[in-house]
């Protein structure tokens, strides 16, 4: 198998418009694009962007190869001064983005590219597929551990992922999305996300009894051993096995933490009744998991019937977010620079209005109440708009524009960063806990109306006055 070079890992068209790009000359025209998304999973009120860092790494390492080269040319459609061009590539230009773990919402750029249209154009397709993947699984994720109220919540989908990739990275965007930890144990060597697990079913039907790989297990592992009860029979064997073993083995050594796990079932009613035997036995430290395809809405129930769970396992419900399996996101052009730099706006129209563009180079602010610390709106502005937060500022709801909302006293803060200036990286890429730790005091910011699994409050996202202008005549202009 050959070697994998990700700048190839591009929708073909791509390529045949970057060929045409270069024989009309527009290579060497700086062009603006946004990646955005239209519409929350699962109907949510706000998702989590994650996967800017795997997006840094594809960046830095732009290149085509001789093979490359040998491969495209084979095609026999692309000009030979262009695959010269290629042969010497690599990106140029300038990349903002909104920073992993902070809540984001429709039509609101969370990354933008101002380069040569070429490199511009050729970076879409990884882009998207990043940062949909990583965000999707980011906001599943803390839809789970919001379901959750406190107790832990682990990724466990690896084997039920599409792909390698997919599996790795998912992994990644739970712990984002504020999952504690993974069973991916690649997951944890790349990135740092703590791996962990329990035992299969295999393990115990190797012994001869439950009981002997209960005790051997715990011998092995004495240290907080989680035993997995549900392979025979969960009450009359598997919780007596259990509670046996950890007496014989662990509380001789002084070691109280324990955990069994419940994987089949019915878990609300196996939980209490483990509850009960476990602390009639003395074992109250010896916590309860659940697994067997969870979600938000099965977690949220489990809770409301007082369910006694201290963690839950969560695999492929989670990994490959099912309920809502794309995020989404678009990459659509926004302005170009003429022959004497000025950014001439672009919009894309169509008679589906979700699908009309917010044109022009843009920065995007949140606005924060300085009472309560919570996030109140964004607005989209032009790029050299300077918003006075000395001033009452009035927001325009998205889906009425005769609703408005005006705010006074807050604190205007911009979302995306710089992240490459001409060509060179200018961020620092945060830790992985530091990425997670942000995403929950962001998400803390936001008012619970926001965070309801159904039927959310409409946050606000307007577009300034200079912007709504422009973008109106634009619509006259090509919309007629």
Same mark, same amino acid.
């Given at each position: $198998? ?5 700048? $190839?890992?591009?929708? !073909? ?8 790009? !270069? ?50 040319? #084979? ?52 882009? &998207? ?47 984002? #999305? ?17 791996? #962990? ?12 009894? %439950? ?42 050594? #002084? ?47 489990? $809770? $409301? ?65 300085? %009472? ?37 006293? !807050?604190?205007?803060? %911009? ?51 200079? &912007? ?5 005549? &634009? ?6």
């Amino acid at each position: $198998m050959k070697n994998e070079n990700l700048s $190839m890992l591009c929708d !073909f068209y791509e390529l045949t418009m970057s060929n045409g790009y !270069f024989k009309n000359g527009f290579y060497k025209k700086n062009v603006y694009f946004d990646l955005f998304f239209r519409k929350v999973p699962d109907n949510g009120g706000f998702a989590i962007t994650a996967g800017l860092e795997q997006v840094i790494e594809y960046i830095k390492d732009l290149h085509f190869d001789e093979n490359d080269i040998e491969f495209l040319k #084979g095609k026999g459609i692309f000009d030979e001064q262009f695959l010269d061009y290629l042969r010497n590539f690599n990106f140029s230009g300038d990349i903002y983005a909104v920073p992993e773990g902070t809540p984001v919402f429709p039509n609101e750029p969370i990354l933008t590219v101002k380069a040569p249209a070429i490199e511009a154009q050729l970076i879409e397709t990884f882009l &998207l597929l990043t940062i949909n993947h990583q965000s999707l699984i980011a906001t599943k994720a803390n839809r789970i551990v919001r379901a959750a109220q406190g107790r832990a919540v682990l990724e466990f989908g690896s084997r039920r992922a599409q792909g390698a990739s997919g599996a790795v990275d998912g992994a990644r965007a739970a712990f984002i #999305g504020g999952c504690l930890g993974t069973a991916c144990t690649l997951t944890d060597e790349l990135y740092g996300v703590p791996a #962990g697990g329990t035992m299969a079913h295999s393990w115990i039907q190797m012994f001869d009894s %439950e009981y002997d790989a209960f005790r051997t297990y715990c011998e092995l592992y004495p240290d907080n051993p989680t035993l997995l009860v549900d392979t025979y029979n969960t009450l009359k064997s598997g919780i007596p096995n259990a509670i046996k073993v950890f007496i014989e083995v662990l509380l001789p050594q #002084g070691k109280t933490d324990c955990a069994i796990r419940l994987d089949s079932g019915d878990i609300s009613y196996l939980s209490k009744k483990a509850r009960k035997m476990l602390d009639e036995a003395g074992l109250e430290n010896c916590k309860i998991t659940a697994s067997n395809s969870l979600d938000e809405y099965l977690i949220r129930d489990l $809770m $409301m019937q007082g369910a006694q769970i201290d963690n839950f396992g969560v695999g492929e419900r989670l990994i490959t977010s099912s309920s809502s399996p794309v995020f989404g996101g678009v990459y659509k052009l926004v302005a170009v620079e003429n022959e004497i730099g000025e950014i001439v706006p672009k919009i894309k129209v169509s008679e589906n209005t979700t699908k009309i563009t917010n044109p022009h180079f843009k920065k995007v602010y949140r606005y924060f109440d300085n %009472e309560s610390g919570k996030a109140l709106a964004d607005e989209l502005c032009l790029y050299d708009e300077v918003v006075d937060a000395t001033k009452p500022r009035t927001i325009f709801d998205p889906n009425a524009t005769w609703k408005t909302k005006t705010i006074t006293n !807050f604190t205007a803060k %911009e979302l995306q960063v710089p992240i490459f200036k001409n060509g060179e990286c200018v961020y620092d890429s945060p830790n992985i806990n530091e990425i997670a730790d942000y995403c929950r005091k962001q998400v803390s910011l936001l008012w619970d109306e926001v965070k309801r699994f159904e039927n959310p409050h409409t946050y606000y996202v307007d577009l300034s006055k200079k &912007l709504y202008e422009i973008k109106n005549i &634009l619509l006259n202009v090509y919309g007629n």
